[in-house]
């Protein structure tokens, strides 16, 4: 008897989940009843700059990170956006930022953060790296590994 009354909870608890999830509506932009959402339910929010100013900007600044090494390897890094990528080695990306608003005084972060490679002799080392600003070196890896990073002001 124990075992046929876990079977039909069991049975109830997947029939009220699933009238739940029909009432709750789809993914597909419609709700319950069939009817479209409105606009305002379907789009993102948008942020305002506060105090209606718009937020000044300094200087644009061509920006390089680079990695050395060769063959794959891992790299995280913040530039004009930040990701962690499988590469391969050497690698490098360029981009044209600028401080923004409080980044003028404080500084907007640049940083790479090198992963392991295979060496020649199949050891694994870590990698270099280095930030270049307006073609002029800022900032290299003092030892193996280490990442590296600058402040654009």
Same mark, same amino acid.
């Given at each position: 008897?124990?075992?046929?009354?876990?079977?039909?909870?069991?049975?109830?608890?997947?029939?009220?989940?699933?009238?739940?999830?029909?009432?709750?509506?789809?993914?597909?932009?419609?709700? #319950?009843?069939? !009817?479209?959402?409105?606009?305002?339910?379907?789009? *993102?929010?948008?942020?305002?700059?506060?105090? &209606?100013?718009? /937020?000044?900007?300094?200087?644009?600044?061509?920006?390089?990170?680079?990695?050395?090494?060769?063959?794959?390897?891992?790299?995280?890094?913040?530039?004009?956006?930040?990701?962690?990528?499988?590469?391969?080695?050497?690698?490098?990306?360029?981009?044209?930022?600028?401080?923004?608003? #409080?980044?003028? !005084?404080?500084?907007?972060?640049?940083?790479?953060? *090198?992963?392991?490679?295979?060496?020649?002799? &199949?050891?694994? /080392?870590?990698?270099?790296?280095?930030?270049?600003?307006?073609?002029?070196?800022?900032?290299?890896?003092?030892?193996?590994?280490?990442?590296?990073?600058?402040?654009?002001?």
């Amino acid at each position: 008897m124990g075992a046929q009354l876990r079977r039909t909870l069991t049975a109830t608890a997947f029939v009220l989940a699933a009238a739940l999830l029909a009432g709750c509506g789809g993914g597909d932009g419609t709700s #319950a009843d069939g !009817k479209e959402k409105t606009p305002a339910a379907q789009e *993102p929010v948008k942020q305002e700059e506060s105090g &209606g100013d718009a /937020v000044s900007q300094g200087s644009p600044h061509e920006v390089t990170i680079k990695v050395e090494g060769e063959g794959p390897s891992n790299v995280m890094y913040t530039l004009d956006d930040s990701d962690f990528a499988q590469v391969t080695l050497p690698w490098s990306r360029t981009a044209t930022i600028a401080a923004r608003g #409080a980044e003028q !005084k404080v500084g907007r972060l640049v940083i790479v953060t *090198p992963g392991n490679m295979t060496a020649a002799d &199949g050891q694994i /080392v870590a990698a270099r790296c280095s930030i270049s600003v307006d073609g002029k070196t800022v900032a290299e890896s003092k030892a193996p590994g280490k990442p590296c990073s600058y402040e654009i002001k």
